[in-house]
């Protein structure tokens, strides 16, 4: 212990005394706390109570990091004043929980369940805390769950939802006609199943009625189904008009009881309007739904046209203005007339011209006939003189009439008179033929002097 310590020395009968100071330094007293890790994380040992430090790890300093795999047992020596001290650290491993979760494989559109185990307590990258969470991605995605153990160490684990494309089915639905078959093709798949049992992508049905078919396509363990409908459309019934035409008309032909038609001569329209020239026979084909047909004849009666003749009562068909005649036809058996006349009643045309009857038969068969008329003015001249010395022509005249004289080339005065003994006209003249122009002179009777 510290103090002062004498020491007496005798030496031959002499004695002699000596004194020291003993100063005694305590060894430092070093700290250093024990630590709890999780496998694969490290640990920090600070060392307290001296001025200089030594650890088994070779380590100089105050406070060291250490990771061992294991627990293990650290120690270190302090020194202060020359005096040193030693401490030990145990660093205790736990071991981190066995974690484990599953993966799955899903169709697009369904939910997946994932469950974790080994651990005490979860959690989910989606917030979830429970070992089991149900997910729902729309493509092939990862998530991640942290696991602790009742030690306080957490480990992870990685579940994979892959998700699998679910197949889109086609298939088209058609349309037949009674008695008939239809194929129905699926496609978007790699299986197929239909209702009836068949396992081929095509199939052929015969319906006598509409039906649905539904077929079911599997890809990667993703399934579909989608509907086909066959329609039954009966046969049509086609009608077609027939027609009692006389030569030289159209006939209107009208098919009916379909969706379009096709006939004999080509034409695609319900209607068709028809000119034959002797009685015909046609056929038109109707066609519904899915080119379901049906076919129609039908005959357009061609009546010949009467042969109508057109008559006068008058020899030349020539009349002067005011006197009657009488037209009629024949070769029909009613008759009508232009310009107001009516057939075998007589009456008197003031002017030339043409008549045209239109003869009717029992098949209301029609035709016409032409006939001209021509009505003259008819001026009529008379002379004063009963004498064979002169002579007048044309007479009765419309445009000119002609005066000859026998008294030779001497002068001579020819005067016209009207019915009413007026003059109208005077010429003189030494030819023995004189010209006279009578067109502008209204109808009637002159007389010559």
């Known amino acids: 212990m510290t ?19 003993v100063v005694v ?9 024990s630590q709890s890790v999780c496998a694969g994380s490290s640990a920090t040992l600070s060392a307290s109570g001296a001025s200089t430090y030594l650890w088994n790890t070779g380590a100089t300093t105050s406070t060291v990091s250490v990771s061992p795999a294991s627990t293990t047992v650290y120690s270190v020596t302090g020194t202060s004043n ?3 001290g030693t401490s030990t650290a145990t660093v205790t491993v736990n071991t981190l929980p066995t974690l484990v979760s599953t993966s799955t494989v899903i169709c697009s559109g369904a939910t997946a369940t994932l469950t974790a185990s080994g651990a005490a307590s979860y959690s989910w990258n989606t917030g979830a805390a429970t ?10 995605s990862t998530y991640t769950v942290t696991g602790t153990g009742a030690n306080g160490c957490s480990n992870t684990s990685i579940s994979t939802v892959t998700v699998n494309a679910t197949p889109t089915l086609t298939v088209q639905s058609q349309i037949v006609c009674t008695g008939g078959s239809a194929t129905l093709s699926a496609s978007g798949a790699s299986t197929y199943l239909w209702g009836g049992g068949q396992t081929t992508s095509s199939i052929t049905v015969s319906p006598s009625s509409t039906t649905i078919y539904t ?5 990667n363990n993703c399934s579909s189904s989608q509907t086909a409908t066959v329609t039954v459309v009966n046969q049509p019934t086609v009608t077609v008009t027939s027609a009692t035409i006389c030569s030289g008309q159209t006939a209107t032909l009208t098919a009916g009881g379909a969706n379009s038609y096709t006939w004999s001569g080509g034409q695609t329209t319900a209607s068709i309007s028809v000119s034959p020239t002797v009685t015909a026979t046609y056929s038109v084909t109707g066609v519904v739904g899915a080119g379901c047909s049906g076919t129609a004849a039908t005959t357009v009666t061609v009546n010949d046209l009467p042969v109508v003749t057109a008559s006068s009562s008058v020899p030349g ?10 037209l009629n036809g024949s070769g029909a058996i009613t008759y009508t007339w232009s310009g107001g006349v009516s057939d075998g009643v007589s009456f008197s045309p003031t002017a030339t011209q043409a008549y045209t009857v239109t003869g009717t038969d029992a098949n209301t068969c029609s035709n016409t006939a032409i006939i001209i008329i021509t009505v003259d003015a008819c001026l009529g001249f008379e002379h004063s003189q009963a004498t064979d010395n002169v002579v007048i022509y044309p007479n009765p005249a419309t445009e000119s009439v002609m005066v000859r004289c026998a008294s030779g080339n001497e002068k001579k005065q020819i005067m016209i008179y009207d019915i009413a003994g007026r003059l109208i006209y005077l010429v003189e003249t030494t030819k023995t033929e004189q010209k006279i122009p009578v067109g502008n002179f209204s109808t009637g009777h002159y007389w010559i002097k």
């Open 3 to 21: 103090g002062t310590y004498s020491v007496v020395v005798t030496a031959n009968g002499c004695s002699t005394t000596a004194t020291s100071s």
């Open 25 to 33: 330094t305590a060894n430092p007293v070093v700290s250093v706390a």
């Open 82 to 84: 020359g005096c040193s």
């Open 131 to 140: 070992a089991s969470v149900s997910v729902s991605p729309t493509s092939t």
């Open 215 to 219: 077929v079911t396509g599997t890809s």
């Open 317 to 326: 068909d020539s009349i002067c203005v005011g006197e009657p005649i009488t």
